[in-house]
T-cell receptor, first 113, second 114 residues
Framework: ELKVEQNPLFLSMQEGKNYTIYCNYS?????LYWYRQDPGKSLESLFV?????AVKQEGRLMASLDTKARLSTLHITAAVHDLSATYFC?????????????FGKGTSLLVTP | NAGVTQTPKFQVLKTGQSMTLQCAQD?????MYWYRQDPGMGLRLIYY???????DKGEVPNGYNVSRLNKREFSLRLESAAPSQTSVYFC?????????????FGSGTQLSVL
């Protein structure tokens, strides 16, 4: 069974600082997703990473994928308060019935002045 | 743009009561999913349906049943609710993960079982 682990689970950082969230998965998965969730809200898709070495950037967030290490990272550059949210990574697992996404437990990010 | 619509948004049940959570999508997606979200646990897959007429168990299917009524609708039923089923439930849909399409999520149903 595909297991997805994120760390850290909680992160408090100052505005303007950089930090990285890590996502490890236990078995082969050829695609990795990052989602954002604001308190009391649903999940919003950030990135889909499809191949080894894939890198995607949107504003202050950059995601990368290393399928050989089974590792994805979400790098935050010069954090601002608006980035405060919970970030989830998810890896896809194929079965006879199709694909499903297995999620990590999420990283709760708080950006403070 | 409705996307994925879940009803109800909030529900309180007594232990042993039954209820059905409804989910509909208007994006012509093949695959639909039910997840539950608990504090500190992330999202855990309950059931999914890769296409109309098929369903499969996820990580935590016990105590739940599902019906893929048609391509648009995927319902989740609790036959005899238990306090352990207190959670936020999310429905999601996708065109085809195999072709790299992402999941779109509904707004969630907050369920409390007393």
């Amino acid at each position: 069974e595909l297991k997805v682990e994120q760390n850290p689970l909680f992160l408090s950082m100052q505005e303007g600082k950089n930090y990285t969230i890590y996502c490890n998965y236990s078995t082969t998965s050829d695609r990795l997703y990052w989602y954002r969730q604001d308190p009391g809200k649903s999940l919003e898709s950030l990135f889909v990473l499809l191949s080894n070495g894939a890198v995607k950037q949107e504003g202050r967030l950059m995601a990368s994928l290393d399928t050989k290490a089974r590792l994805s990272t979400l790098h935050i550059t010069a954090a601002v308060h608006d980035l405060s949210a919970t970030y989830f990574c998810a890896a896809s697992q194929a079965s006879n019935s199709g694909y499903a996404l297995n999620f990590g437990k999420g990283t709760s990010l708080l950006v403070t002045p | 743009n409705a996307g994925v619509t879940q009803t109800p948004k909030f529900q309180v049940l007594k232990t042993g009561q039954s209820m059905t959570l409804q989910c509909a999508q208007d994006m012509n997606h093949n695959s639909m999913y039910w997840y539950r979200q608990d504090p500190g646990m992330g999202l855990r897959l309950i059931y999914y349906s890769a296409s109309e007429g098929t369903t499969d168990k996820g990580e935590v299917p016990n105590g739940y049943n599902v019906s893929r009524l048609n391509k648009r609708e995927f319902s989740l039923r609790l036959e005899s609710a238990a306090p352990s089923q207190t959670s936020v439930y999310f429905c999601a849909s996708s065109g085809n993960i195999a072709t790299n399409e992402k999941l779109f999520f509904g707004s969630g149903t907050q369920l409390s079982v007393l």
